[in-house]
């Protein structure tokens, strides 16, 4: 009661203090020889002080969340503010919040899912930790590493050498990057000793696009230290053979043959590029000598490969290739391997296995599936639709070369192809690519066409989204038209009526508000009060907007999610808080429940400390009276 009593005044004190900076003061806002200007960076600086107090405030609060990975995520937005100014408050909220998960883990211990739940959580602690103090991250890897025992309750460290340790130091140096290339390269090269992960292409490709010769270096240290470990992983050896060989597409030994493997992170900043002759030939020189040791396939030794031989034999065909080009006295020598290999293979797995390959080495140069869209995507997903006899992954295939054509051949040729999926899936399959169309139409300022397809969608809730969509493109820049945008949150605003559903209407609202903070700063708090009424009404409202739409074909989910990462909770409170932080203090403090409460009154203070102008910002750009 005593701290909630203590929030309450910081807030009222928030509220009070703005006014008494500026409006209160007559005589100083009377003189004329204090500039606009001057009063403009005193408003601003008492705003932000508010702010530092305001979310001060919020950490003792965040200690009543049970939902811990919910403080995780707030708790990284506190320390990225509050770092410098509040240190030793930011310190003591990450000890009970590590403290918490390690007792939670132990808790869950049991349960698989759950541990391997919570070794995530404490993971994103440390690298939280690592922003603040380095000392601190350190420490927590140390508990987190040594364990008690589940059984003997006796201290052990056999975490240390597990592959989500490897994770966790690649992952901490990649963040660290820019502040502190040093402790970077030396995490990252902690993280080699234990294993190559997907995240370490992604701290190599980080790497790469600043300084090329490090890079390559530690593209070296990985492969020896893959050499060291004698190669038993050869997915280890696939990952790094992508950094040289394929830079946009990432094998990977599956249980159906050789596959292309996403990794997100890797391929927002991963660009293609031809092969480096020198490093080429020392993947090649160095992982043959892996590959032919005389001892790898003896029995109990075979056992220990964590994909078998079909693994060992993927990579020595695709290397053989490669071989060819850049090291010729290898190419006979890898063929025979390959010849040997093929004979520890099942006759009925190893056609599959050969088809698999096949396809990789003969798909076209630079292409992504899974990346950058471009029309040899579509052609090839069409000519393996063609191929395949399974009919659900016919219908896969057709409709990701419809998402893909949608955006490189036009609506016309997306429709097309979607008349190519079967009957069982046609009809769900065009309202799908017809939402898809519609919003990157809306987000590309084409905005006639998102119009007439929102317009013929039966989902109100879609059709909210787009519409929210085009009112936000008609106050960019490019093509802004304050009248239209009115007229279109005008049109969400009704819709939100005819929704069936509290959780989507509260998510349509909080979209509303986002777009007309930039408008109209009464109509947006007039979306923002509306939604913070439904959502008190909303059992279990947590903060999260998120809509999920989906279309599932044999299995395969293609995921529309709404609300997601724009039009979200947070980006609402954070624009309608700029025009008015005081004004938002008030809103916020009418939600019933503590965690959207909370992630409210957090995004606000984001907003405001994140930019030190914010509001003349707002007021410049978007026009606010």
Known sequence: MRQYCLIVCFLIFGILFVPLSTAAQPSSQSSPNTPPRSKSRDANSAVRQSAILVLDSAIDELREVEDIQARVSMTETIVKLLAKSKHEHCRNMLDSLFDNALRLQKADSSDRAGGSNTDSILQKIIQIAAQLDRKLAQSYIDRYTVKEDRNGGEPSTSAKNSP????????????LFEKDLTLALSMAMRSLTIAVVPDTLVFLATLRKKDIVHANNFFTAALNSVKMRQGTDVNELLLLYAYVFSPTRIPVVTSQGLGIYSVPAYLGIAGDYAADPALARQYLS??????????RYYP???????????????????MEGQAESYLPTLAQTLSTQRHVLAGYLQPDGRAGLASSIDRWNTMPNGLNLA???TVAAVDYLLQRADQVSDPKKKD???YRAAMIAASTRGSDAAF???DKVSSEYREEAKQFIAFDIAVKSARSHQLEEAERLAQRDHDLTRRAYVFTLIASSLLDDKSRDAVRATEFLNEVDRLVSKLDNDA??????????????RLDAIRASEFLRAAIRIANKTQGFTGDTRIPRGLNIGGFLFAYTMYDDEFTLAEAISRVGANDFNETI????????????????VALCDGILSNTSIRSKAHASDGIP
Do not use: H, W
């Open 396 to 398: 896969q295939l057709y």
């Open 416 to 418: 097309e192809i979607i």
């Open 286 to 295: 160095i992982t043959t000598q892996v590959l032919l040791d005389a001892e």
């Open 586 to 601: 008030v809103v916020i403090r009418e939600f019933k429940n503590t965690l959207p409460r909370l992630r409210a009154t």
């Open 300 to 318: 109990g030794n075979v056992e220990r490969l964590t994909a078998g031989v079909v693994g060992d034999f993927c990579l020595v065909s695709i």
């Open 504 to 517: 989507e209407r509260v998510a349509v609202l909080f979209g509303g508000a986002a777009v007309a903070s």
């Open 164 to 175: 989500r340790m490897a994770v966790l130091y690649i992952q901490l140096a990649t963040q």
């Open 371 to 373: 990346g950058k869209e």
